[in-house]
T-cell receptor, first 113, second 112 residues
Framework: DTEVTQTPKHLVMGMTNKKSLKCEQH?????MYWYKQKAKKPPELMFV???????INESVPSRFSPECPNSSLLNLHLHALQPEDSALYLC????????????FGPGTRLTVL | GQQLNQSPQSMFIQEGEDVSMNCTSS?????WLWYKQDPGEGPVLLIA?????ELTSNGRLTAQFGITRKDSFLNISASIPSDVGIYFC????????????FGAGTQVVVTP
């Protein structure tokens, strides 16, 4: 089973709202990732967690705040977003090391009004 | 920046035709991965390659890890309508620190 789940599937929020994206995997993977993807472009890495610790932050604005409460869960907290933050947000996981094969979730389509 | 050159950018093919796409780089890769993405969905892993020269098949899909470790190709034989989508190559550089490098994608359109 190589399933990564993400909720919600779609999210519409105003620029003053606070919302959270959730990602879950039960494959025992110890590395988890957040990506942002614009239409017809490849995914862009935002954050990497390894063994529940943040190991890579790709200079993402502080209005995006990741959290890894345990080895199966990854959250992305959103606050005071801009319309240009509208995109597909993808979660991925890999077995142990950061160079293991990554498996992606279905994504959350975020629209910021 | 973009370290993978993926081509072609798009392909319009008839059902039943074979499809070929490739990725090249000036850098050496430790792994090559091929993903397919349908609109509004996440990328789905098709084939993973871990050794130079490795040739792997998954149904009608065949991919190879180039012997120089700087390129990879993906072939789809006898295309069907559900092969429509964007195909991304991706790989790990030798010093990537977990960052997966992506190609720009190949959009495949299959006409009946």
């Amino acid at each position: 089973d190589t399933e990564v789940t993400q909720t919600p599937k779609h999210l519409v929020m105003g620029m003053t709202n606070k919302k959270s994206l959730k990602c879950e995997q039960h494959m025992g993977h110890r590395a988890m990732y957040w990506y942002k993807q614009k239409a017809k472009k490849p995914p862009e890495l935002m954050f990497v967690y390894s063994y529940e610790k943040l190991s890579i932050n790709e200079s993402v604005p502080s209005r995006f705040s990741p959290e890894c409460p345990n080895s199966s869960l990854l959250n992305l907290h959103l606050h005071a977003l801009q319309p240009e933050d509208s995109a597909l947000y993808l979660c991925a996981s890999s077995r142990k090391t950061l160079t293991d094969t990554q498996y992606f979730g279905p994504g959350t389509r975020l629209t910021v009004l | 920046g973009q370290q993978l050159n993926q081509s072609p950018q798009s392909m319009f093919i008839q059902e039943g035709e074979d499809v070929s796409m490739n990725c090249t780089s000036s850098s050496i890769f430790n792994t090559w991965l091929w993903y397919k993405q349908d609109p509004g969905e996440g990328p789905v892993l098709l084939i993973a390659l871990y050794k130079a020269g490795e040739l792997t098949s998954n149904g009608r899909l065949t991919a190879q890890f180039g012997i120089t470790r700087k390129d990879s190709f993906l072939n789809i034989s006898a295309s069907i309508p559900s092969d429509v989508g964007i195909y991304f190559c991706a790989g790990h550089l030798t010093d990537s620190w977990g960052k997966l490098q992506f190609g720009a994608g190949t959009q495949v359109v299959v006409t009946p």
